[in-house]
């Protein structure tokens, strides 16, 4: 049943779901509708903890920008709470950002988004609401998830309780999150094509007017704007396959992929973005939404269209596992018992995000041929990066016998310096700006003679490092 209501005023908003995509949005909204009250919502008791400590180098989603923000809001018109029952009564507008996994288990394992909290989401703002609400999709989900989020929201409706449900994705990249909510490309809202659903929508176009341009600000029907989420994501992850395919090309050639890409952008009708070759891409969105639009494609019959996106994966699979190959054939085809030293494990800088990351496999792969594996990154926790490993384990049925046997030849370390001692292998992983800075004419001799650095990031300079290393390879060069 559509909202009675022919405008609603804004005057509180809940966001259930306090990681990557709740916590730096609802503080922006906090800073730039200070009219508002804002109540993020988590069930996790420790993660709503760490947002509230006065310690604010703790809070548990590191961007730049972020923590000033937080500054700012925080007990003013933003509030983080476990309290869900309360903040959802006393909202007109609720916003679900939970996690969104791919299905382990059933129909669309392995490709398909698992629901789960979503549903659990709309069962409990259903129980909670006594009042209309407008329930905002934020999390990427499958098209016409909408549909379903409203029969959930309805079958446990209080009486007289009504819903719009709407889509608003996040266009987010972490490192930059601040800056893209501050300046975003578009804002996508998309709302059931009725007299209610263009009211919801216009309550949601109302809020962020506050600090976004009207022509920026985009409205759509619920379901485009869904599919537009996994489509840009789609893309994105497409032209960084095409360019480290294209990578692997260069180096039996001889061309050299950054002279490639850098011809490629300055095309206008390609641009230079996205076209960055690496060990591979990694993040919550990229691999989980391609396969959640190949099940899609597949379920619907569209064979071609679900294998033309899956290569996409199966490109960024490769390179991750080539990369590996050349550091085992670079130590004489083998690196049991030796020391490979691992330099980042966010999958990009500027964030301690390591969802999906390159490196986790990389090292999974590593441990497998039986190396000892040295791990530094300044923002990612110990905790994290054993958790990160653990779950690929898990999902492989790994032994406890081999599990413990892997850990046991696992470091990880604090001090990067740690990392070179010794080392037969140094690779980067993840592009943070303080690798470049190292004093690697100092730290190299620390190494094992071989003085092999693979730069799986291409951010250090080919032609300095040739002059102090035996053997610099890049990707692509």
């Known amino acids: 049943m559509a909202i009675k209501q022919t405008k609603m005023k804004i005057t509180s908003i809940c966001c259930i779901g306090a990681g990557y995509v709740g916590g730096p949005t609802m503080a922006v909204i906090a800073l730039k509708c200070p009219h508002i009250k804002v109540n993020v919502v988590d069930i996790n008791e420790l993660k709503i903890n760490l947002w509230n400590n006065n310690n604010l180098n703790k809070i548990p989603v590191y961007e730049p920008g972020l923590k000033k923000i937080i500054k700012k809001t925080r007990n003013k018109n933003l509030f983080f709470s476990t309290d869900i029952k309360k903040a959802v009564n006393q909202s007109q507008m609720i916003f679900v950002a939970v996690n969104t996994p791919t299905k382990t288990y059933g129909e669309g394992k392995g490709m398909a988004a698992d629901l789960t909290f979503v549903e659990k989401c709309a069962k409990t703002i259903g129980e909670y609401s006594y009042s209309d609400k407008i329930v905002v999709e934020k999390s990427t989900l499958p098209v016409r998830t909408a549909e379903k989020i409203k029969e959930i929201l309805e079958l446990n409706a209080n009486p007289g309780v009504s819903f719009e449900v709407l889509s ?160 085992i054939n670079e130590l004489n085809g083998t690196i049991k018992s030796k020391k490979i030293s691992v330099l980042g494990w966010a999958f990009k800088k500027d964030t301690n995000d390591s969802r999906e990351s390159a490196s986790i496999y990389v090292t999974d792969n590593l441990l497998n041929e039986g190396a000892e594996v040295y791990i530094y990154d300044p923002k990612v926790s110990k905790e994290r990066i054993i958790d990160d490993l653990k779950n690929i384990w898990e999902a492989k049925k790994i032994s406890e016998v081999d599990i413990k046997s892997k850990l046991i030849r696992l470091k990880i370390v604090d001090n990067y310096e740690d990392c070179f001692k010794k080392a037969s292998c140094i690779s980067i992983l993840t ?29 250090l300079s080919k032609n300095k490092m040739d002059k102090l290393t035996k053997k610099y390879i890049s990707i692509g060069r």
């Open 168 to 327: 608003n994705p996040e266009f987010l990249a972490e490192g930059t999150a601040i800056k893209d909510l501050f300046k975003s490309d578009r804002v996508l809202v998309g709302s059931d094509q009725t007299e209610s659903g263009l009211l919801a929508a216009q309550s949601l176009v109302k809020i962020y007017e506050n600090w976004i341009p009207k022509n920026k600000i985009l409205t759509t029907n619920v379901w485009s704007s869904e599919l537009t989420k996994l489509a840009s994501n789609a893309m994105l992850a497409q032209r960084i396959s095409s360019i480290n395919s294209l990578s692997a090309i260069c180096e039996k050639t001889g061309a050299d992929i950054e002279e490639v890409s850098n011809a490629i952008g300055y095309d206008k009708r390609i641009g230079k973005d996205f076209l960055k070759s690496s060990v591979g891409f990694g993040g919550s969105c990229f691999q989980k939404d391609i396969l959640n639009l190949v099940y899609l494609s597949r379920h619907y019959g569209l064979t071609e269209v679900a294998d033309f996106w899956h290569q996409v994966i199966k490109i960024n699979d490769y390179q991750k596992n080539r990369f590996t190959r050349c550091i």
């Open 431 to 459: 592009e943070w700006d303080e690798f470049k800075k190292y004093e690697w004419k100092s730290l190299i001799p620390k190494m094992e003679n071989q003085h092999i650095i693979i730069d799986g990031r291409n951010i």
